[in-house]
């Protein structure tokens, strides 16, 4: 069974700092999975955050770019956000995913985690 936990949501002041983290099980280790965060606001749409692909290449949201860092511990299929200068608007539910390939996760990715929540006042 493939099983994607996040922690490390939490409370902050804006420019204050979180670093999440999706620990998951069940997953092939000589697999490098396409794996990512999304997020999801009150009354919005999913969007994805930042991605990290079979190569290792990273992709991140023009509204997080520059303040959010995403990492893979590549043996263990672990996935990390680390999530600087936060405002109200990154607000949200954020969620790992996973997906053996780039073509599934531009479907939609396969993998999901429950989410962990982040909540970020002025």
């Known amino acids: 069974v493939h099983r994607l936990v996040e922690s490390g949501g939490g409370s902050v002041q804006a420019g204050g700092s979180l670093r999440l983290s999706c620990q998951t099980s069940g997953f092939k280790t000589n697999w490098r999975y396409v794996m990512g965060w999304f997020r999801q606001a009150a009354g919005q749409e999913r969007e994805e955050v930042a991605r990290v692909d079979e190569d290792g290449s990273t992709t991140y949201a023009a509204s997080v770019q520059g303040r959010f860092t995403i990492s893979r511990d590549d043996p263990k299929n672990n996935l990390y956000l680390e999530m600087n200068s936060l405002q109200p608007e990154d607000t949200a539910t954020y969620f790992c995913?996973?997906?053996?390939?780039?073509?599934?996760?531009?479907?939609?990715?396969?993998?999901w985690g429950q989410g962990t929540r982040v909540t970020v006042s002025s």
């Open positions: 995913a996973a997906d053996e390939s780039r073509i599934g996760w531009r479907h939609t990715p396969y993998y």
